[in-house]
């Protein structure tokens, strides 16, 4: 296995591409009692339109359809659900899916092999029937509306609606009750041997392992599949541009929230870029609206903020956006203070003391992050389906330089790809 | 065991963790007192008071720069419900000093910090900083409102409140709006000095100290050694339930603008077993704890009645509140299937099967305690409230020795105390 170090935080991964394609992640954590698995495919809610590798076939599938096939992989031939099994193993099993994958997991303290048995037994077996599709459209819809009723995530979709025209991020990820009664057994096949095919998989282990022994134990594990060609997946063409300016709805909320968001457009494809393009955004936020910045001094005290707003850069090959969210008495205000810190630093610069102070605060949050097997894991899957190592994080950012900051502020941070959605308390 | 704990004076305890699992360290104070409408919201706004400013670092953004300095030292302070104690909970998390990119001392400055936070505000003639006063009173009522926010929550919180109506444990943690009106920045800080004589102080260091006496850091630090001893006034959390009179369920209804129905059933138990809590416990976990539980497999998977489906155990009140989000039509229908799941437990229809993954799932989560270093914390508190000290082995022996006769023993002793139904 080929082994990566950061002699930083001191941690070591071991990394191995399968003659099938798949790519297996281990991070030995000595002496931990936890261990966490996590099974990933590079297929979410925006693999909407693609073409199938084996038959040339295009097909395009109903929103929702990556989530629901998360939910159908634990149902059994034998009447059994998996996810049953696991846990009755003691194990804490889940399962979830994004904008751009689906991932399977488990945390557990004893047992590792039986859950690991049962996980690569389920994720390698689908079995859906016109029944038990049915079955489980009652329970997504339930779902769908508990969404539906969660403020945070409508304004999510809203901003989203603002900044994308065509883009299938705007898909919410479960569906809507609508476009999941059109899913079928046959969709849920297509997909499943497009997207989980081992070269379109990825797996990462955190815990107290011995990785080369680990390693043999996942190969005995896996059926014998063949490696296929590259998924052809069909997405919209780029937008330069926003869709719209400012979105609201009203909904029974003490208090509007409001999420701020700057579009992307930059096109960059060199990842280590990206990390440093990553590194840089989540400086200049931190000093646009961060918890020491004069702007969140002044929201704060005249009321206007109740606390750190969240900060957020998401991006992938296809989407990439600021958001900055949170909850405020006056929205508008709180956008125009925003605009008008973006403002001062591209005219004035950025303060060598106060980028030092910063860059040494975001290091910190990245250390942090491996505290825990769970969040080491996942964080590694999602870096992969990026085609990103998250080492890189703590390696580059010493390369991130105050003036590199100011170019990446000058290139993101642009008035006409700004938006707003807010939530508005009802009267 | 990793864990000891020493008194620094009466009333105030360290509670040192070793550990060199983490990333980071992390240092805790604890305030606690008993759960009084009187105090509960000057509790809540003290917590945010005290955040805003000290003697030595006046405003909170001078704070966020020294901690920013510290590669992002974390601090952090809330308020909860520990059985009937209101506690006020100080944090700070910082990188432990072997993963800097260059040696620095930050555990020393984090102590300083954090004591300073809490022992040494910002005090002007015998009263808080007005501004600061004046303008948390608002934050706190926006709080408060807030409650309606997220509906899960909300429902959770309003059968709590309704089950135990006019007892401290149903009062909310952060306090009351016309309570609110009341406080100065005068009768705020003379309430805080007052706290400060009587609370049940406990203060943890948890990470990999190597050579340091952070002993000796702690208790040499200035603010501790001001600090008197005291008899602290808190409740013991008992091992032994109260007992409740049993009466028909109350149940209530509440209407808001939403599209999922929320349901929490408050479940009450007069058992007066020994180890009541262990097998409450192994109860809980069959009835609604995970996937393979008897909620789970019945209002979601067998009806499709709901997309959550599960219970939660609240030790330190023997109580147990099962929680279901469902079509506002199939309330009946969902009712019927959880009081027969309610049943089905007291007729000893569960296998023990269902016994053993229960356990599993039980012990598994306790194994992890240490795994996490918040929880670890938060796991040697509760045994410090307790009258009983339970170290993690001996938790997963007691949780191991559970049978299928006590089980059904008990669950002749669980009835439905509150429903909650949140509709349209």
Excluded at chain 1, 32 to 44: A, D, M, P, Q, S
Excluded at chain 1, 55 to 67: L, R
Excluded at chain 1, 334 to 358: A, C, L, Q, W
Aim: hydrophobic share 35%.
């Amino acid at each position: 296995m080929k082994v990566i170090e950061s002699l930083k935080i001191k941690e070591k991964e071991y990394i191995e591409k399968l003659d099938n394609g798949m790519t297996v992640i281990i991070i030995p954590k000595p002496g931990l009692e936890k261990k966490y698995v996590i099974w990933g495919t590079h297929f979410g809610s925006i693999d909407n339109r693609f073409i199938m590798p084996e038959t040339k076939e295009e097909v395009f599938i109903p929103d929702g359809v990556a989530h629901f096939l998360e939910h159908k992989m634990f149902e059994q031939p034998d009447g059994t659900n998996s996810l049953d099994t696991l846990m009755g193993l003691g194990l804490d099993a889940n399962a979830y899916t994004t904008n751009d994958h689906t991932a399977y997991l488990f945390e557990c303290t004893d047992n590792f092999y039986k859950g690991l048995d049962e996980l690569m037994d389920y994720v390698q077996h689908p079995y859906f029937t016109e029944e038990n599709v049915e079955k489980e459209k009652g329970i997504i819809a339930q779902e769908i509306k508990m969404y539906d009723d969660e403020p945070s995530w409508r304004l999510y979709m809203n901003a989203m609606d603002c900044m994308y025209k065509e883009n299938p991020i705007k898909i919410d990820i479960a569906g809507s009750v609508e476009s999941i009664s059109k899913i079928t057994p046959d969709v849920l096949y297509k997909c499943y041997n497009t997207f989980y095919n081992p070269s379109n998989m990825a797996m990462v282990v955190c815990g107290d392992f011995n990785p080369e022994e680990l390693l043999v134990e996942i190969k005995k594990r896996l059926l014998p599949n063949q490696k296929q060609d590259k998924i052809e997946r069909i997405y919209p063409a780029k937008e330069g541009t926003i869709n719209k300016k400012y979105e609201e709805l009203e909904m029974e909320v003490s208090l509007p929230l409001f999420a701020f968001g700057i579009k992307d457009v930059e096109e960059n494809n060199d990842k280590e870029e990206l990390v440093k393009k990553h590194i840089a955004i989540e400086i200049l936020l931190n000093m646009i609206i961060g918890k020491s910045s004069e702007a969140y001094k002044e929201l704060y005290e005249e009321g206007n903020l109740l606390s750190e707003p969240d900060l957020d850069y998401e991006f992938s090959d296809e989407y990439a956006h600021v958001l900055i969210s949170g909850q405020s008495k006056d929205p508008n205000k709180v956008k125009e203070k925003i605009e008008s810190e973006i403002e001062k630093y591209k005219t004035k610069g950025i303060d060598e003391e106060s980028f030092n102070r910063i860059r040494k605060k975001v290091y910190g949050d990245y250390v942090a992050e491996y505290n825990n097997v769970g969040s080491i894991a996942r964080m590694f899957l999602a870096d992969k389906i990026k085609d990103i190592n998250s080492f890189d994080y703590i390696e580059k950012y010493n390369n991130v330089t105050k003036e590199y900051t100011e170019k990446v502020l000058k290139n993101v941070f642009k008035s006409e790809n700004m938006i707003m959605s807010v939530i508005k308390s009802r009267d | 065991m990793n864990y000891v704990k020493t008194e620094i004076k009466k009333g105030i305890n360290l509670h040192n963790i070793n550990t060199s699992k983490f990333k980071t360290n992390l240092f805790a104070a604890f305030l606690a007192t008993p759960l009084t409408r009187e105090n509960v919201t000057k509790n809540a706004l003290l917590a945010a008071v005290l955040r805003r400013g000290t003697k030595n670092i006046k405003s909170q953004d001078l704070i966020s720069k020294k901690l920013e300095e510290m590669y992002g030292a974390s601090f952090d302070c809330g308020i909860e419900k520990t059985g009937d104690n209101h506690v006020i909970k100080f944090y700070l998390e910082t990188i432990n000093e072997n993963f800097l990119p260059e040696k620095e001392e930050l555990d020393k400055k984090s102590v300083e910090i954090l004591f300073d936070i809490i022992f040494n505000p910002l005090v002007q003639n015998e009263e808080f900083n007005e501004d600061y006063v004046e303008s948390e009173k608002k934050k706190l009522k926006q709080i408060i409102e807030s409650k309606i926010d997220n509906k899960r929550a909300y429902s959770f919180e309003r059968c709590i409140e309704e089950m135990f109506k006019d007892e401290p444990y149903g009062l909310y943690k952060f306090g009351y709006i016309e309570d609110l009106e009341k406080i100065t920045p005068k009768n705020l800080y003379e309430y805080y000095q007052e706290l400060l004589q009587k609370c049940k102080i406990d203060i943890f260091a948890s990470g990999d100290f190597e050579n340091k006496n952070i002993n000796e850091i702690i208790k040499n630090n200035s603010a501790i050694k001001k600090l008197k001893e005291r008899n602290p006034e808190y409740i013991i959390n008992k091992e032994k339930s109260e007992t409740k009179e049993i009466k028909e369920p109350k149940t209530i209804e509440e209407k808001m603008q939403v599209g999922q129905g929320n349901l929490v059933i408050g479940l009450s138990c007069n058992s007066k077993i020994e180890n009541l809590k262990f097998v409450m416990s192994v109860y809980n976990a069959i009835l609604g704890g995970g996937a393979n539980s008897k909620l789970f497999q019945n209002v979601r998977e067998k009806n499709s009645l709901a997309y959550t489906a599960g219970s939660t155990f609240r030790r330190q009140k023997n109580t147990i509140f099962i929680r279901c989000g469902i079509e506002i039509n199939n309330y009946n229908k969902a009712l019927e299937t959880i009081k027969e799941q309610i049943e089905d437990m007291r007729s000893g229809k569960f296998t023990e099967e269902d016994i053993e993954n229960a356990k599993k799932l039980i012990v598994s989560s306790v194994r992890g305690i240490n795994s996490e270093q918040d929880t670890e914390i938060t796991y040697y508190y509760g045994q410090e409230l307790s009258d009983n000290f339970t170290s993690i082995n001996e938790y997963i022996e007691k949780i191991e020795r559970v049978t299928k006769d006590k089980l059904v023993e008990v669950s002749k002793d669980i009835w439905i105390n509150t429903i909650y139904f949140l509709r349209d």
